[in-house]
């Protein structure tokens, strides 16, 4: 049976306790992104990717979590969790981290780039050479998929997709039948590219880029013959669009959420980007057309999608600026691993982990490659989350069928912005052979796992993968996360009885190692916290360092807040959206949370307890959050080796507490502040290079000097 939200615990915050608010914590969170597009000592080209980041991470902001708040700003809510007054703050948190982008944009990168031969030249900067090579290109590339809408009763507003470029154009005069339709839209196609690159020659011996919107722009008295172009703006609307599917009301989950895909991009709107030199009549109608308040408008100094600027980081790519990037970091293969070996063999001494992407995901790639190829493997489980649209494991998994292998595949339709690929995936691998489930209805499958199972003499043996972060071979270039291959038979058997769990939905049986979500993971860490609570009210000396993406869960917050006014010594490092007010006088005084964002994206969760000199180490793919814990399948499992789990307490958990570059601490006001030295010097672990360089940084020295991937 599906599980259900009423068996929900009841959070015990305490009633004076304020937690910080959800939303303007994701915001404060891209505040600290953009902080990487501010600083001088990044290259100049990293500092463009990371404003383009923070413009990719608000759309999907916008995308998921503005709806509510909208609504109630149309109907006046005063009362409930979402109000005209959440809206009205929102926005204006909103609308600061957005000007502050325009004036980076603006004010310091273009300058910057300027200054290196690189230009985005506008219209009015373009010699004639120049207006004739961008007509020329316009004729050939862009006008034959424009397809201009005057507005009439016979020609209403068209649709315009989520996200989609667009402008809409004042026109005077008269159509081609004596009528007066003053107002047209212009779709633009999103098959064009939006940035272009100028031919060398007509670029004078500069790197000279065109943005589409100034290509369009320049032409659009040509898409209106005989009528007079006046006010114009581009804009942009952003709509909701998290797929909403009754998955006890459809019969075939795959077919209704490839339906749903059809219509997310026509959701109800919920922000509205329009150029800053907009007409107030223009804008106005927009808003109307798309039903949003004045404070879901953005007049923007600049392109309205700036994260469609990532394109420059490719037109950019040669070497003469390659001291505008960062230098490439090519990972080392994982220590614990030796090229040529047998990782069964490998592995029936002991366990690996590999810290991504210092050490290079390679590891898992080999193998699962010498699964599909062993003769003795029979089996082969794997859940697939995200792997992206070209993936070698997806492959393999396909030669795996192909060499007769029984291979099972839990696909999660339901990952957001990947259900697409995902739905594609599913269907190759059933139109070969493989058995695909979808998980259990009313969950997300979050859980990362790989479970190959091999005949060895006469003995059935598991050997298992389970990781902190996706199956996908880019993001494990870019994401931090901890993969763990292990053949321990106690965490294999619970692996197995836990794929069986997600096919056939029977009953899961007591596990030895596996903490799963929804069944007893929430409830095992709340009870893991709140049993250093007592011991620290017995005097014991006692510690919780905890690792995480967000953390919003109120009854783990609750916990937290028991165990730290009980005395046990937290620390928090929470990369993203934080509920929990840390260092408030009477409240939290024992917890302290800080935030580390780094040139990598930190994805890897790990949660330490300790009690005088017992101590555990968990891994997890579950962020402390009540949909992680309530509404997805998810694990957490030990790490009991003492090497490994000393290794883990060191790179995941020491070194980012006295990182004294890349942090930033919560203050007791809900505000970051970024830390500049290092703020722990008394504790063991202490690193001047950590202090100067950053956590990831020191981690990558590290590594770079125990020896290459193999074939980079």
């Known amino acids: 049976m599906p599980f259900s939200d009423a068996s929900l615990p009841v959070p015990t915050v305490p009633a004076a306790t304020r937690l910080l608010d959800r939303d303007h914590s994701i915001l404060a969170f891209n505040r600290r992104v953009l902080n990487w597009a501010e600083r001088p000592e990044v290259p100049l080209v990293e500092r463009l990717r990371y404003l383009c980041i923070v413009s990719s991470n608000l759309d999907e902001f916008f995308e998921v979590r503005a709806e509510p708040h909208v609504r109630a700003c149309l109907e006046g809510q005063g009362t409930g969790p979402y109000t005209a007054e959440s809206f009205d703050a929102l926005s204006r948190a909103a609308h600061a981290l957005v000007a502050r982008q325009y004036q980076l944009y603006n004010d310091e990168l273009l300058p910057a780039f300027a200054e290196h031969g690189i230009h985005v030249i506008s219209h009015g900067k373009r010699n004639a050479a120049q207006r004739k090579w961008v007509h020329e290109y316009f004729e050939r590339e862009v006008r034959p998929l424009l397809i201009p809408v005057a507005l009439d009763p016979a020609h209403p507003f068209p649709q315009v997709a989520n996200k989609s470029l667009n402008f809409i154009v004042k026109l005077s005069g008269k159509d081609a039948f004596g009528r007066e339709n003053p107002i047209a839209i212009l779709k633009v196609p999103r098959v064009l590219p939006r940035l272009i690159r100028m031919p060398a020659k007509v670029s004078e011996g500069k790197t000279l880029v065109v943005a589409l919107s100034s290509i369009v722009r320049a032409h659009l008295h040509a898409m209106f013959p005989g009528r007079e172009v006046g006010q114009f703006s581009q804009f942009r609307v952003t709509r909701h669009s998290d797929l909403a599917v009754d998955e006890e009301d459809v019969k075939n989950l795959r077919t209704a959420l490839r339906q749903g895909l059809q219509h997310r991009n026509f959701g109800q709107a919920v922000r509205l980007e329009v150029s800053a030199?907009?007409?107030?009549?223009?804008?106005?109608?927009?808003?109307?057309?798309?039903?949003?308040?004045?404070?879901?408008?953005?007049?923007?100094?600049?392109?309205?999608?700036?994260?469609?600027?990532?394109?420059?980081?490719?037109?950019?790519?040669?070497?003469?600026?390659?001291?505008?990037?960062?230098?490439?970091?090519?990972?080392?293969?994982?220590?614990?691993?030796?090229?040529?070996?047998?990782?069964?063999?490998?592995?029936?001494?002991?366990?690996?982990?590999?810290?991504?992407?210092?050490?290079?995901?390679?590891?898992?790639?080999?193998?699962?490659?010498?699964?599909?190829?062993?003769?003795?493997?029979?089996a082969i489980k794997q859940t697939i989350y995200?792997?992206?649209?070209?993936?070698?494991?997806?492959?393999?998994?396909?030669?795996?069928?192909?060499?007769?292998?029984?291979?099972?595949?839990?696909?999660?339709?339901?990952?957001?912005?990947?259900?697409?690929?995902?739905?594609?995936?599913?269907?190759?691998?059933?139109?070969?052979?493989?058995?695909?489930?979808?998980?259990?209805?009313?969950?997300?499958?979050?859980?990362?796992?790989?479970?190959?199972?091999?005949?060895?003499?006469?003995?059935?043996?598991?050997?298992?993968?389970?990781?902190?972060?996706?199956?996908?071979?880019?993001?494990?270039?870019?994401?931090?996360?901890?993969?763990?291959?292990?053949?321990?038979?106690?965490?294999?058997?619970?692996?197995?009885?836990?794929?069986?769990?997600?096919?056939?939905?029977?009953?899961?049986?007591?596990?030895?190692?596996?903490?799963?979500?929804?069944?007893?993971?929430?409830?095992?860490?709340?009870?893991r916290i709140d049993e250093l609570a007592q011991a620290a009210g017995e005097g014991k000396t006692t510690r919780i360092v905890a690792k995480m993406n967000a953390l919003t869960d109120e009854a783990l917050i609750a916990a937290l807040l028991r165990a730290g006014s009980s005395g046990v010594k937290i620390d928090l490092i929470v990369r993203g959206a934080c509920m929990l007010p840390a260092q408030v006088p009477g409240v939290s005084e024992n917890i302290r949370v800080r935030s580390i964002i780094g040139r990598f994206l930190e994805h890897s969760r790990v949660f330490y307890f300790r009690v005088d000199e017992d101590e555990s180490l968990y891994l997890s793919s579950a962020d402390w959050m009540n949909r992680n814990m309530m509404r997805r399948v998810e694990v957490a499992w030990p790490v009991t080796h003492?090497?490994?789990?000393?290794?883990?307490?060191?790179?995941?958990?020491?070194?980012?507490?006295?990182?004294?570059?890349?942090?930033?601490?919560?203050?007791?006001?809900?505000?970051?502040?970024?830390?500049?030295?290092n703020l722990h010097p008394g504790e063991p672990g202490a690193s001047r290079a950590i202090e100067a360089h950053g956590a990831q940084a020191a981690l990558m020295g590290r590594y770079a000097f125990r020896g290459r991937s193999p074939g980079v």
């Open 386 to 527: 995200r792997t992206g649209s070209d993936s070698v494991l997806m492959d393999l998994l396909r030669e795996a069928v192909r060499r007769g292998k029984e291979v099972m595949a839990v696909v999660e339709l339901k990952a957001r912005f990947d259900e697409e690929a995902n739905i594609n995936w599913a269907e190759v691998l059933e139109s070969i052979g493989a058995q695909v489930v979808y998980g259990v209805v009313g969950l997300k499958t979050h859980a990362k796992m790989l479970l190959v199972t091999r005949r060895e003499g006469r003995h059935i043996r598991r050997y298992g993968h389970l990781s902190t972060g996706n199956y996908n071979s880019r993001t494990a270039r870019l994401y931090t996360d901890i993969s763990h291959l292990t053949a321990d038979p106690q965490l294999t058997a619970d692996m197995d009885a836990l794929f069986v769990h997600l096919a056939g939905q029977s009953r899961l049986p007591k596990l030895q190692r596996l903490w799963v979500a929804p069944f007893d993971l929430h409830k095992n860490l709340v009870a």
């Open 642 to 677: 003492p090497v490994l789990r000393q290794r883990l307490i060191d790179e995941c958990l020491v070194a980012y507490l006295h990182d004294g570059r890349d942090a930033w601490e919560l203050e007791a006001d809900g505000r970051y502040e970024r830390v500049g030295r």
């Open 277 to 378: 030199d907009c007409d107030e009549s223009l804008w106005s109608f927009l808003l109307a057309q798309f039903n949003l308040p004045q404070g879901a408008l953005y007049r923007v100094p600049g392109p309205v999608n700036l994260a469609r600027f990532s394109q420059m980081v490719d037109l950019i790519d040669e070497p003469r600026f390659k001291d505008l990037r960062f230098t490439p970091y090519q990972a080392s293969y994982p220590i614990n691993l030796s090229t040529g070996q047998s990782f069964f063999d490998r592995l029936q001494r002991s366990d690996v982990l590999i810290h991504q992407p210092f050490e290079s995901f390679d590891g898992v790639i080999e193998f699962l490659r010498e699964a599909v190829a062993d003769p003795q493997v029979l």
